[in-house]
């Protein structure tokens, strides 16, 4: 079963990250917003539009970000909320200099409308493959699973997802 990402979960990340490293808070469309978390899970019949954890975590990016559904944050939020799927699906992405800067690259670039989702997933989330974690069942809330889960090498184990570090608003 895959644990998909609720808009009050998302809410919760984005004011977490307000609050760590300011910006403007609210929400510009709930309309949006309710879009961009809903994507992911978005199918006909029993078949998923995203069939792969991968997929599923490029969806979040590429919506909150094109969406634009937060007055501030949305790129920061995004990239919490993917790299959050992605560890409460049980996968993470290595924390490697030049995957932290592929992804911020990935994130700036789908905000100018030059990356389309599949690039998320060509190009940034395959890595999730190479760091396989257990299943995570942590009673804890979401956004403290989000940002406190993974003590493997090269993940945090306090603080922030090393998606956020430096990524413009």
């Not at 760590?20 to 879009?35: I, K």
């Not at 490697?96 to 800067?101: D, I, K, P, Q, T």
């Not at 809330?141 to 945090?156: A, F």
């Amino acid at each position: 079963m895959i644990d998909f990402l609720t808009e009050e979960d998302v809410e919760t990340i984005h004011d977490l990250l307000l609050a760590t490293y300011g910006g403007a808070a609210g929400v510009l469309s709930r309309d949006l917003l309710a879009s961009a978390v809903r994507a992911p899970e978005a199918g006909m019949g029993s078949e998923r539009f995203h069939s792969d954890l991968p997929e599923i975590a490029a969806a979040y990016l590429f919506y909150i970000i094109r969406d634009h559904p937060f007055m501030d944050g949305n790129k920061r939020t995004a990239s919490a909320c993917a790299y959050g799927f992605l560890l409460l699906n049980g996968h993470s992405i290595p924390s490697s200099l030049e995957v932290r800067a592929e992804f911020e690259d990935l994130a700036l670039r789908i905000a100018r409308g030059e990356a389309n989702k599949d690039a998320a997933v060509e190009h940034a989330l395959p890595h999730t493959s190479v760091a396989r974690l257990g299943r995570r069942s942590s009673p804890i809330p979401l956004p403290r699973r989000v940002i406190c889960t993974s003590t493997e090498e090269g993940h945090t184990a306090e603080g922030n997802p090393w998606p956020l570090d430096g990524m413009p608003g």
